[in-house]
Every structure is written in C-alpha cells, then in structure tokens.
C-alpha cells in the first residue's frame, strides 16, 4: 500500500514562497507518477501538477504555470512543490496523490489511487 505525507503547509504572503513536500513509501516499482491536487473553500478538487518517477513527463496546470515547481527526489521517495509567488486564490488543502501514471482527462489530471491527508495552504493578501 503506498503511504504518502505532507508536510510544509502554512501561512505565506502573497509574493512570498512556500515548498510542500509529500514524504512517499510502498511503491512496488520503480515507475511510478506522483503529483498535487489542491482543493479550496467551495470548490471541486484540482489538479495541480504531475512528475513521473523518469521525469519524463511533467504537467502544470494553467494556474500555476510559471510560478510553481514539481521535483522529485527518487532515492528518498520524496515530492516537492515550490511555491513562488502564490496568490490569494492558491490558497487551499494541498493533496499528494500517487498512481502509475499522470491520468489525464484532456488538458486535466484526474483521480489517481493513492492520496495523502492533505495540508493547508494559505496566502495572505
């Protein structure tokens, strides 16, 4: 069972910079997608960003393009989003998700198997 924890959530100001980390286990293979999904107040679940364990294939949402950064860190299992200049409507539950590949639905990521609790992200204006 893939396990996955987030971490770095919390409260920053607009214009600021914020990296969420998402700690990973059990995978079964060496190939593997893992990325973010945010959720705000009021709003359905969003697909942020998606790397794959190759790194070769990453996807941003339109949102973030420009300001937000996925990596990942293979020997430690390790997801990362830096978070450059976030604005007031970034600010959202933060979910790790994880599956074998980045499932898209046209320009969109979809449901993936495995998620993480999620941690809270908030911007300031």
């Known amino acids: 069972e893939v396990q996955l924890v987030e971490s770095g959530g919390g409260l920053v100001q607009a214009g600021g910079s914020l990296r969420l980390s998402c700690a990973a286990s059990g995978f079964t293979s060496d190939d593997y997608a893992i990325g973010w999904f945010r959720q705000a107040p009021g709003k359905g679940r969003e697909g942020v960003s998606c790397?794959?364990?190759?790194?070769?294939?990453?996807y941003y949402a339109e949102s973030v393009k420009g300001r937000f950064t996925i990596s990942v860190n293979t020997a430690k299992n390790t997801l990362y989003l830096q978070m450059n200049s976030p604005n007031p409507e970034d600010t959202a539950v933060y979910y790790c998700?994880?599956?074998?590949?980045?499932?898209?639905?046209?320009?969109?990521?979809?449901?993936?198997?495995?998620w993480g609790q999620g941690t809270q992200v908030t911007v300031s204006s």
């Open positions: 790397i794959t364990s190759s790194d070769d294939f990453t």
């Open positions: 998700a994880a599956d074998l590949a980045c499932w898209m639905s046209g320009s969109n990521l979809v449901e993936f198997a495995s």
